[in-house]
């Protein structure tokens, strides 16, 4: 097989399959440029932010308090038995 015969076959199957190509390449390169994207602003807008302000709880203390707080709480009067 010549080269003549390889590139008409190679010319052939690109206009037999071209379009399908195209489209699937816009509809792919679309998708990875809409990742892109989104990850660029993600990233701008994660480092124009502020960062959040953290509270160390110690989750024994915060079980006790609410322990405490309802305890104190006072109850609903229950209805007499008979």
């Known amino acids: 097989m010549d080269v003549d ?4 076959l190679l010319f052939g199957m ?3 399959f071209g379009p399908f190509l ?5 509809l ?9 994207v989104v990850a660029i602003v993600g990233a701008v ?3 124009v932010s502020k960062p959040e302000e ?3 709880v110690d989750v024994a203390q915060f079980f006790e308090e609410q322990a405490a ?3 104190a709480a006072p109850s609903a009067p229950s209805a007499p038995r008979p």
């Not at 015969?5 to 008409?8: G, Q």
């Not at 792919?28 to 892109?36: H, I, P, Q, R």
């Open 14 to 16: 690109f206009v037999q």
């Open 69 to 71: 707080e309802a305890g």
């Open 5 to 8: 015969t390889l590139l008409l």
């Open 54 to 56: 953290t509270r160390d």
């Open 45 to 47: 807008r994660a480092g």
């Open 22 to 26: 195209i489209i699937v390449a816009v």
């Open 28 to 36: 792919v390169g679309g998708v990875l440029l809409g990742c892109v």
